[in-house]
C-alpha cells in the first residue's frame, strides 16, 4: 500500500530506477517499521549525495521515491542528476550517466565489503585499466574500479551504508537488495549472516605526518593519485594543499619526495590513505672529493 506522504514524482527520463528491496517473514506482507524506512532512506540519500557530489561536483543531484511496491517491502526511487547548464539530449545523457556511475560506486563498495568481510587483504593497482586488484583472506581476487576502492578505504559512506543494512534481522528480515529497476545484473544482495561485515569501527587513526616515497600517479583534474612509501607499499592520496598548479609541476619532476599529510591508518597500522598538504623534492647530496689536498 503507498505511503502518501513519500509519494513523488520526476521525469524518468531523466533519473534512473532504483530499487530498494527488503524481504522477509516480517515484511512479506509489504509493510515496515517507519522508523527504519526513513533511517535506511536517509542512509541511501546520504551515501548517494556524497558520491555524487565527487562524480559530478557542479551538478544538481536529487532522490525521489516514487512508489512502494508489494510482495516484499520494495521502494522504487528515482535518483537524478541534473547539470547547470543549458540542456540538450547530450547534457541528458551526461546527467544519466553519471547517476548511475554514483548508484555504481556504492553497490560496488558494498560488493567490497562483502568481499574482504571485514577481514585483512591485500590489493594491487592495474593501471592498464585503472582498477584495482583485491586479495581478500580466503586468497579469493576480484577487480574494482579504482573509485569503488577510493571510497571503500576513505570509509565515506560507511555510516550510510549501516543505515541501509541496520533492518536485517535473521528470520524477521532477511535480506536487503539495491538494483537499477529493470537490470538485473546491477543488484547487489546482503543478507542477514553478512551484516556484521557493515559494523561501524572505529579502528582507523589519522595522524599528521612528514614521510618519504615517490608519486606514482596524478590525476591532475581531482587531484588524486597513488604514493609509494619507501618499503614499496602504496596508498591512495588527495592533494589538499593550496598550491595545485606548483602540486602539478612538482609531479611532472620524477624522483623521490617527502610529503606532509594527513595519514590514516587501518586497524592494523597499515596506511591506507593520505591527504597531503605540502610536498618537496628530496635533494640528491653530491660528495666531491677535497680539491683542498
Request: charged share 30%.
Amino acid at each position: 500500500m503507498p505511503i502518501p506522504w513519500i509519494m513523488a514524482r520526476i521525469p524518468m527520463e531523466d533519473a534512473i530506477p532504483i530499487s530498494l528491496r527488503y524481504d522477509g517473514p516480517d515484511v512479506a506482507a509489504g509493510e515496515m517499521d517507519v522508523a527504519e524506512v526513513v533511517s535506511a532512506l536517509q542512509g541511501f540519500s546520504g551515501a548517494y549525495a556524497k558520491v555524487a557530489s565527487d562524480i559530478a561536483p557542479d551538478a544538481y543531484h536529487q532522490l525521489k521515491v516514487t512508489a512502494v511496491r508489494e510482495g516484499s517491502f520494495d521502494l522504487l526511487i528515482a535518483a537524478g542528476m541534473y547539470i547547470s547548464q543549458a540542456g540538450g539530449l547530450e547534457t541528458i545523457k551526461s546527467a544519466l550517466e553519471a547517476a548511475k556511475a554514483a548508484f555504481e560506486v556504492i553497490t560496488g563498495v558494498i560488493s567490497l565489503k562483502k568481499h574482504t568481510e571485514g577481514q585483512p587483504y591485500e590489493f594491487n593497482i592495474n593501471g592498464k585499466n585503472n582498477t584495482v586488484n583485491v586479495l581478500n583472506i580466503g586468497k579469493v581476487e576480484i577487480s574494482i574500479p579504482v573509485k569503488v576502492f577510493e571510497t571503500f578505504v576513505s570509509k565515506r559512506i560507511d555510516e550510510d551504508i549501516s543505515k541501509i543494512v541496520d533492518p536485517l534481522r535473521g528470520g524477521h528480515v532477511d535480506i536487503a537488495e539495491l538494483k537499477q529497476d529493470g537490470v538485473e545484473d546491477s543488484k547487489v544482495r546482503i543478507e542477514s549472516s553478512e551484516k556484521g561485515y557493515f559494523a561501524q569501527k572505529s579502528d582507523t587513526t589519522s595522524r599528521e605526518l612528514e614521510v618519504s616515497g615517490t608519486l606514482i600517479s596524478l590525476n591532475k583534474k581531482t587531484n588524486r593519485g597513488t604514493f609509494e612509501f619507501g618499503n614499496g607499499k602504496t596508498a591512495r592520496y588527495l592533494f589538499i594543499g593550496e598550491d595545485k598548479d606548483r602540486f602539478h609541476r612538482d609531479f611532472s619532476l620524477k624522483g623521490q619526495v617527502k610529503v606532509r599529510a594527513d595519514v590514516t591508518f587501518d586497524e592494523y597500522l597499515i596506511p591506507v590513505h593520505l591527504d597531503i598538504k605540502n610536498v618537496e623534492r628530496v635533494q640528491l647530496r653530491l660528495d666531491l672529493p677535497d680539491q683542498t689536498e
